[in-house]
Structure formats: C-alpha cells, structure tokens
C-alpha cells in the first residue's frame, strides 16, 4: 500500500481532474462461488496534472489492464486500483481491465445454495451508497456521471433486466447475451441489473415504453401490485411537468432486498414483499413506492445532490411527490393522513437528535419525511404557480448535472418575493422544528404566544364573533407576544396550523370550544386531532359516537373517535356494543384494522362469531392476525380446534406466511404438535424469504427447543447477506453465548465446517472475541 485510506479520499472526491466519460461492462457469474467474471472498459478524460487515474475496487483480482490497447502496469491495494500515466498519455484514454470479484456487497446471489430449489434463484445489484465498487473497478462517485452500457452473459432459462435499452439478446450454446445501453448519462450508484425468471408485459405511458417484470407463479396478482401503474405514472409526468428523461421504464420485483425498493435509471427494482394479493393489498401496497422511484427518475437521477448534506433533494422531492400520487389515486383525506404519519417520525427523530435536514447523518426520517413536510409548506408558502415555474427552472437548468441545496434555494429566491432565507433558515439549516403555546391572558382578552423559533409563515386564527366566523392572520414572532381577542368574542381555532410543521400546546382551548371548533374547522388533521385531545366529558359521548358512525366520515377520524370514546366511557359493555356494532356494519378495511386494534389493547372480549369471520374471511391479513389473536383463550384449548383449518397453509405470500406461522407457533406452545415445529424450522430456512425467516425465527425463539436444525438456522440468518436477517440471527445467538454456551460451542463448532474465510472472520469478530 502506498497511500493511506484517508489520504486516497480526499484526493478522489476533491479533484475533478479524472472525469470518467463512459463505462462498459461485460459481465458473467459464477452462481456456485457467488463470484463475477467481468470485463471493464472505461473512457477518462484526464487533466493536465494527474500522473495517475485511481479507481475504487474493493479486494478485485486484475487479470489484465490495458490503457489505450497497451498492456499497463499498476499498483492495487484492498479499495483502489493505482493507474500511473504520462505526460504523454494525457486526452481522452481508453482502459480496459479484465478482473474477478467476489463481492459481499453491491450484487447478491439469492437462492443458488437452497438444495431444495424451492427458493428463487436470482442475481440483482443494490449500488447506493458505493457499493458497486465490490464487484466493478471503477471511479465511484455520484458526482462523475457515466454514459453505461453492458453486455450481460447467462443460462439462456433466465431473463435480465438492466439499465436503458435492450439493443439486442444473442443466444449461442445455452447462453444469452443481453446488450443494454443508455444514451444518457448517469451516476455510477444507479447501475442495476436483475436476474431471475420473469416474465414481461410492456405498455405505453406518454410515448415511453414501461415494461413490468413479474413472478411467472405471481402473474395473476399483478393488478393489485403494480395497481394503477399507468394512472400514477401520467400523472407524475403532468404534476412535475417535464417530459419523462430517459428511453423507457422498467420494474422488477427480487427476493431478500434489503431496502423497500431502489429507482435505478429506467429500472427500479423492488422488494416481492411488495406482491400482494387483493387481500394484502389493504395491508401493505406498492403504490406510493412506484410513484417515489418513479419521482426518483428526475429527483436523483436527472438532477442529483452533490453530497449527503443535500440528500433531502432525492428522498424529500420523491416522498413529496409519493403523497401527491397518493392523494391522486386515494384522495385529499388520505394525503393529510400521510402527512400525519410522517409528523409522527419526525417527531421520532427529533427527540432522538437535534440535526438539521441539510445534514449529512440528518437520518432517513428528515431525508424522506421532514423533507416532503418541507416542500408541502413551501408550495403553500410561495404559492403553486412560483412553486411551478421553479420546479421547471431547476429541472430544465440542472439537466445531467450535480446540485448543492443553495441551487434550488437561489432558484426560489430568484422567483419568489417571499422571505425565502427565513424560510430555509428554519425548514432545511434549523435544528428544531418550532413549538407554539397558546394561553389566554389573564388581564386583557388576548391570547399570548410563545413561539421556540422565529417562523416565517403566518398563522390564521378564526374567532367566533356574533355567530360567524372571522379570520386574521398574524406573523407571530419569535418569543412571547400577544393577539387580541375581537370584542364579543365567543369562541375560536387556529386556522391550518396542522399544515405546520409545528408542535402546538394550546391551553387557551376550554373544554366547550372543541366541540364548536370540531364542527367549524373542516380540515381532516385538526379534526383528528381534536378527537384525540378531547376532555374527559361524558356529556359528549353520543356526539363522539355519532363521528365514529357516520359513513362519510375518513376511516382515520372514526378511528380517533372510537379511541376518544373508549378513553372517555367508563363502561366496558358501551364500549364493546359500539366496537361489535361497528365491526358488524363497516365494509372499511381499515376501520376495521383500527378497531381490532382497541380490542386488543383493551383486552375486550368481543363476540366469538365476530372474531370467527374475521379470522377467515377479513379484508386484510393483518386483520385475520388481529382477530386471531384476540381469539386465543389458554384457558380453554378445547375451543382453539380452529387453529388446525387447513385455511391458513393456503395463504399466499410473505404476509399470509406470517399469518399461518402465527397459528403454528400457537399450535406448538398449546399442543406440542410437532409437525408445526418441523414445518417452523423449515420456514426459517434458506428456501424462503428473509421476512419470513424472521418471523419463523422470532416465534421459534419463545418456545423450548432444543434442535439441532434450530442452531443451524440462527447460523444461517447469522450469516445471511441480508443485514436484517443478520442482525437477528447475531443477536438471538449471542443471547444463547451467554445463556447457554455448553450448546452454543457445540453448535458453533459444527456450524463452522461449513464456512469460507470471509464467514469465518466475520464469526470470529462476534463470537470469539475477548
Ligand atoms: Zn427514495
């Protein structure tokens, strides 16, 4: 080694002096070894004082390296490829470099070990952060954008997607090649490719081809997975308002992915936990992850962010545009739910740390969530025709190019004549999002604020004067200060403050005004809100109950008034009438999902045929595995025959898999049926997904087992590339190192046998050490 790994940073993200042109790869794999056989050409420019290229390869056995055809020396260590050049070699060069790698990241070989060849076998690629450099030398940086193409060689029973174009597929002696290319530039983290058996359905969108990959055994389902795929993606394309910027689109599901889904330039690959049925569907959809890759395809990969400070520009653009898709296909109540759900994170993150958005370890919380909070409270702050002619100045000025947040700032600032510095002060460089207490002063009629943080939106109050409802804004500032109350005044809210993100503690609210303000404030999140802050009068209970029965009202405001009405009733059978009645007469999946939720953290013994039907026949697997739950009576076996129904091995997928381990683990710990035991250990094996080997692997570890093929399967999820399945297998068997090291070192023993060096290595880091 000849340059220390800090020093060999600085020197590739600080110099602009190698740009990497274009980047070809032919690629063939070794399924047995999990290793790639590749060839690599590259087109550098190089400037006038570099006297070497460096490429980042982690742990590559070089075969050959030619530059401009010659045979070339160079240097290697663990992370980088040293290219030493001449004065004389300086221009646009060529470097061909034939290697192999057996890459722990970057590109998974799934399923090619199962002897029972009951899992999927499949080879897909994962780039994002620099993990392509496991398995292509190459100038890895997001900021040096690449033109690719790839010649992909395999066993001719398999397809493959890739970036761009398929030009053209050969086949010779059993082999196929696909050649892919890309007539666009791109970031190297995007380079994808997934390999399986699939089969294909194409569509035009706009004049752009999309073409979905699906499961042969799957295919069925596949209005409810990629449900609306045509609707999200013409309305995306008219929302951001700028033509679709590559050749074509495409989709594909892969097994054990370690994130939901990664949008790859025109080929997002997808976790198949996302294969839902029609009943998984109300459980878990694919909906608002195709419109955030999707979104993606411009936020990240037309326009990308320089750096992690500025990540918020992919993840807060994507999920923006995600809810906006959503509120599309779902509507305007469903939009502030979300909008509700991502308050709740970041509120999470907030009493974690206290960093900026525009921080690079700022977390997926503020990236995603406070990100998308951020520009839902722009556009209403600079209004949609500024927010619109900013979005198409940024798109169309930063086409294939690398931005900094003060580009789009500048942008807003050049378009808006709103404080726009304040604005980005607060929202994306503050470190708290503001608070605001609200009291009534005791000497005048006023209300007093105490704002945490100078805002620069206002706030809209409404104030009841002689029956009708009248509105004022005011620019409340930072620290205490007053606003008058009108003269006759009897009662009032603040107007679109849950479009803030914003913590509000209003103490000037008596109990008589939410009821006022609740009937008066049509907005869906301040409406919820009410219901769950509501005082303890049982005075309002009927009217609590008519909100919880009233059809038109969103699932999530009936949900908040159940909960409000079991909080403020005292009487258990009210409670249960109105819950049974409910559950009985809404068809809302959701609803239902939310009552059984009450039921079960109030313990509420609820009528057995309810339970029964929901158990077998509900709209969503969550809600059969509530209802199942809520049915298990320990105290009276005899009554729990139905957990054998020959039903729940019949449910399809990662969630109805979960369900019919539920009633294994059940079967077990009552009945010691040993035949659930064999089939729980067989779901927490290498044949099946990492989701459902952790479920089988969390309920197996409640019970008294003592199996061999028990031990085995921990050393298995141990060491799994799936970092989640990983990380359960490590912590479960470190917890049996210290509770049980007779077994654990016998087990550990034999488990070992079976390891290659990296395996080993990565065991004793965790197992032996002192
Ligand atoms: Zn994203």
């Known amino acids: 080694m000849f340059l220390s790994i800090g020093l060999f940073f600085v020197f590739v993200s600080g110099l602009k002096a190698q740009d990497f042109k274009s980047l070809h790869l032919v690629a063939r794999f070794d399924t047995i070894d999990e290793k790639v056989l590749g060839t690599v050409y590259h087109q550098v420019a190089v400037g006038e004082d570099v006297d070497q290229l460096v490429l980042n390869a982690i742990r590559m056995e070089i075969k050959s390296l030619q530059l401009d055809g010659e ?33 722990n990241k970057g590109i998974y070989f799934i399923g090619w070990q199962d002897e029972t060849r009951r899992a999927r076998r499949q080879i897909w690629t994962q780039g994002q952060g620099i993990d392509h450099r496991h398995w292509i030398p190459h100038h890895d940086d997001q900021t040096d954008k690449i033109l690719f193409s790839a010649e992909w060689i395999f066993n001719s029973d398999y397809q493959i997607m890739s970036n761009g174009q398929l030009d053209s597929m050969v086949t010779k002696e059993g082999e196929s090649h696909w050649y892919y290319s890309m007539d666009k530039p791109m970031s190297s983290y995007l380079i994808a490719m997934a390999l399986g058996n699939y089969v294909a359905s194409a569509q035009m969108i706009k004049g752009t081809p999309h073409i979905l990959y699906h499961y042969p055994d799957r295919i069925a389902d596949s209005a409810w997975y990629y449900y609306r795929h045509q609707h999200i993606a013409s309305f995306l394309e008219g929302e951001i308002n700028y ?5 074509n689109y495409k989709q594909a599901p892969v097994m054990d992915f370690r994130h939901g889904a990664m949008e790859n330039t025109c080929a997002t690959i997808f976790g198949d936990f996302f294969l839902v049925d029609s009943i998984a569907f109300n459980d878990r959809n694919y909906t608002y992850v195709d419109a955030h890759e999707f979104a993606h395809q411009w936020f990240g990969n037309l326009v990308t962010a320089a750096g992690s400070e500025h990540h918020w520009l992919h993840e807060g653009f994507a999920t923006y545009y995600q809810w906006l898709s959503e509120e599309e296909l779902y509507g305007s109540n469903h939009y502030d739910w979300e909008l509700f759900k991502a308050r709740e994170l970041i509120e999470g993150a907030a009493a974690r740390d206290s960093l900026p958005l525009a921080h690079p370890k700022a977390g997926v919380e503020r990236f995603y969530q406070k990100g998308g909070w951020l ?80 805002m620069p939106q206002e706030l809209e109050f409404a104030f009841l004067v ?35 993100l914003l913590t509000l503690d209003d103490e000037s609210m008596t109990s008589e005004y939410y009821r006022i303000a609740f009937e008066a404030n049509d907005d869906l999140a301040a409406r919820c809100r009410y219901m769950r802050e509501w005082p303890q009068w049982e005075e309002d209970l009927d009217f609590i109950k008519s909100v919880a029965e009233n059809k038109q009202n969103f699932h999530w405001l009936r949900a908040e008034a159940i909960r409000a009405f079991v909080r403020i009733s005292k009487d258990r059978n009210q409670e249960k009438a109105l819950v049974e009645s409910l559950l009985r007469s809404t068809k809302d999946v959701q609803l239902q999902k939310a009552i059984m939720t009450v039921v079960l953290k ?40 139905w957990l054998n129904d020959a039903h729940w091995a019949e449910q399809p997928g990662i969630v109805g898999h979960d369900l019919y381990l539920q009633t294994l683990f059940y079967r077990f710990a009552f009945f010691r049926d040993q035949e659930a ?37 921990l050393f298995e999820a141990f060491q799994n590339k799936n970092w989640k399945l990983s990380k359960m297998g490590r912590e479960k068997l470190l917890d049996l190192q210290s509770k049980e090291a007779a077994q654990f070192k016998k087990a550990y023993r034999k488990a070992r046998r079976d390891w290659d060096d990296f395996q080993k290595q990565k065991a004793e880091r965790t197992f032996e050490k002192e």
């Open 375 to 454: 520009l839902h409270m722009l556009r209403n702050y600079v209004g949609d025709s500024v927010y619109r002619v900013v979005i198409d100045d940024y798109l169309h000025r930063y086409t294939h190019q690398v931005v900094h947040n003060e580009d789009l700032i500048a942008l807003f600032e050049k378009h808006s004549d709103k404080d726009i510095r304040a604005f980005f002060d607060l929202w994306l460089y503050g470190k708290k999002e503001p608070s605001l207490r609200i009291r009534h002063s005791p000497i005048k009629e006023a209300l007093v604020t105490d704002l945490s943080e100078a």
């Open 71 to 103: 045979d070339w020396d160079f240097e290697q260590n663990d992370t980088a490829l040293f290219i030493p050049i001449k004065e004389a070699e300086r221009g646009e060069l060529q470097l061909r470099i034939e290697y192999e790698a057996k890459p």
């Open 602 to 641: 109030e313990k509420m013994d609820i009528d057995a045929q309810i339970l029964a039907d929901l158990r077998q026949y509900g709209g969503s697997y969550e809600l059969r595995s509530s209802a199942l739950q809520a049915s298990i009576d320990p105290d009276n076996l005899a009554n729990m025959k």
């Open 466 to 500: 002689n029956g009708k409802w009248r509105f004022q804004k005011h620019q409340i500032p930072k620290g205490r200060s007053m606003v008058l109350i009108p003269d006759s005044c009897t009662a009032y809210y603040l107007a679109k403050v849950d479009d803030l």
């Open 243 to 247: 033509e679709y910027p590559w050749r």
């Open 677 to 713: 035991l064999a089939k729980m250990l067989d779901f927490a094996g290498p044949s099946f997904d990492f989701n459902t080997r952790m479920n089988a692997l969390s309920f197996l570890s409640y019970l008294p087992i003592d199996a061999d093929l028990y031990w085995q399967r």
